[in-house]
């Protein structure tokens, strides 16, 4: 029920945007429902930055998942119609090969001799997989982030292969802000005293913390922090020598870097936070169009009004951008005060999913 | 001309608000134009948080001054008519005690053993300075940022000392994100691995660098960055093992940190944004009235639309408290895509200049 894996690149080695190569490529996967008889109901569904192929419980006993609330029976992603194939991602550490996997040439993990990788390298992998699985083409590709950086790659990649595709709050470039903050979050862990050049055998703890606490501050809003933490303080007092008070919103950050750091390797971190800074499907190589004009399959583009890292302008402009090249593309933009994470916020379902549902809708009417 | 020291509290020790005690306390300042002869014309001028004593340029050779552009004959704060007093702030590194100075009881620095501070001790020690320059009222006190914070105070604690105060760009209490923010910058010091609990040799370069770039993000708007470097990347090839590609706005960030390790001390920074998280003169002691509503004077508050440190939503909220308190409050907003710091830019001057000189100048006819 849980975690599966696959073994691909084994006789051909991997061959990475930049040129590298890596052999074998191992992917974990999880999947929920049952795939049809001529395997036409299968969607893929690409988790952000810091997710994992556990998407969703499988037995009412199991941990939760990272979109429970879409993925199950009637739900958007309704498991009695698809089956839904969540990946972990290529370079990420939950069952997938990264810069944790032994290097089978040395019998000891890549580190930072992992290959740098791309967006298009992270989907070039997902294919692969897709094919190992027989399926010709998905009914759709959903992602969100980090995840819709891939599901844009797809629809311009592999648009034979995919129906449609959903992009939840991710441009089509990274902008410099998000590079900013992703270039702070990796000095964090570049300057922790454990980091080692890579070669760490605990965690970077205070590093990797240090870089999840600001991607917190770019994933959640300033309204909300007001509206939940005010300037409360906590019970036990700081040990800090320049002050004994401590404000409610420093013990929820420092909660989630420390957690972070059981579940999150950090040289994964720093290759997978790069890969969203190189994400670019605007810029063309000279004379040839940009690469989002291939897109010619439904995409649907949702963003988020109050998102701090993929700010709502730059999604704007993505959208402007797609119908101007003819892209079949819909836009949606949600309110929340929970900025760029509200697609994994429970009480913000009811305002995405009935969005999914209807969008994926018309092509299973299509398909039957 | 240049910078001025004058010491306090030596015959009796300063008491701080937490009931440690500091014996003597050292403040440097500098001052522009002349005093007038019944010392009604003194300007006191409260910096931000890595700014100095040196505001701006005493003669065309100097070096610049972080605002040049406000001081001098003809502009908003006129050296023909006022007189400028711009003290480094209490627990800084450049002229004024802080945990770099010499501890006399040991010989060596404070550092770590530095007490605990707050905005209004800050403010505390400056009243010493003025009484010390025999000034018994100031024509006002004008700050940005932290020193706008300390404005506040000035309008709080000694409205019998001042006519009037500006306060640009700083709220009447630190929001959760603020907090966030300066926990981070905090967190990325503490961990560098020469921080060594304060007692390092040379500075936590690393871990300061990346405190600094933090701060920048706050500072500008994601707008700026944006227009400024887009997607540019810079000739030198990165040697970071997940990328060679590397971005314009991340040389521009790491520029900017590395020159703050050159003229900030680690341990005054952790001090004094802990500080900043702490200033609250909205949240008043059980049934007593909020520090705010006893300004009795005319305060003049601006706020900047793009704010990314202290959110418009928040100054709006106190313009609403203080008109409601009854202050004789004044509130200007600016539009700048520079965001926070557009009250240091040069070309954003003749949005503030204006509201500056129009405040300062009917006080200065009815003291006429």
Redesign the interface.
């Known amino acids: 029920m849980g975690l599966k894996q696959q073994l691909l690149f084994q006789k051909e080695a991997f061959i990475l945007e930049?040129g590298a190569t890596l052999q074998p490529v191992e992917i974990g996967y999880e999947t929920y429902g049952q795939l049809n008889a001529d395997k036409s109901n299968a969607i893929l569904l690409l988790h952000a930055l810091t997710g994992t192929a556990h998407a969703a419980k499988h037995h009412e006993a199991d941990t939760p998942g990272w979109w429970d609330d879409y993925i199950g029976p009637g739900k958007a992603l309704d498991t009695d119609r698809f089956f839904v194939i969540c990946p972990n991602v290529f370079g990420g550490c939950s069952g997938s090969t990264g810069p944790s996997s032994i290097n089978p040439k040395t019998g000891i993990p890549y580190r930072?001799?992992?290959p740098?990788f791309s967006v298009k390298d992270i989907v070039r992998v997902q294919y692969e997989l897709i094919k190992t699985l027989h399926i010709s083409k998905l009914k759709a590709v959903i992602g969100g982030s980090m995840g819709g950086m891939q599901a844009t790659e797809w629809a311009i990649c592999y648009s034979d292969h995919v129906n449609s595709v959903i992009n939840i709050a991710s441009p089509l470039?990274?902008?410099?802000?998000a590079?900013?903050?992703n270039?702070?979050q990796?000095?964090?862990i570049?300057?922790?005293?454990d980091f080692n050049d890579?070669n760490y055998i605990a965690q970077p703890e205070?590093?990797l913390?240090?870089a999840r606490?600001?991607g917190?501050?770019t994933y959640r809003t300033?309204?909300l922090?007001?509206k939940?933490?005010?300037?409360f303080t906590v019970a036990e007092s700081s040990k800090?020598?320049?002050?004994?008070?401590h404000?409610?919103?420093?013990s929820y950050?420092?909660y989630q870097?420390d957690s972070f750091v059981e579940r999150f390797d950090a040289n994964s971190y720093?290759?997978l936070t790069?890969a969203i800074?190189?994400f670019?499907v605007i810029?063309s190589q000279e004379s040839e169009a940009p690469p989002y004009s291939h897109i010619k399959i439904p995409y649907l583009l949702i963003g988020i009004t109050s998102d701090q890292l993929f700010?709502i302008?730059?999604l704007r402009r993505d959208f402007e951008l797609l119908k101007a090249a003819g892209v079949p593309v819909t836009y949606h933009e949600i309110d929340s005060e929970y900025g760029h994470d509200a697609f994994l916020v429970h009480s913000e379902v009811i305002k995405f999913a009935p969005i999914l549902t209807e969008f994926l809708l018309p092509t299973e009417k299509i398909a039957h």
Chains 1, 2 share one sequence.
């Open positions: 930049n930072l001799s992992f740098g470039a990274a902008s410099p802000d590079i900013g903050f270039l702070i990796r000095m964090a570049l300057n922790d005293p890579g205070g590093g913390a240090t606490m600001v917190m501050m300033s309204e922090f007001s939940r933490f005010e300037r800090s020598a320049f002050s004994k008070e404000f409610q919103i420093e950050l420092q870097g720093l290759y790069k800074d190189l670019d810029r700010r302008s730059d």
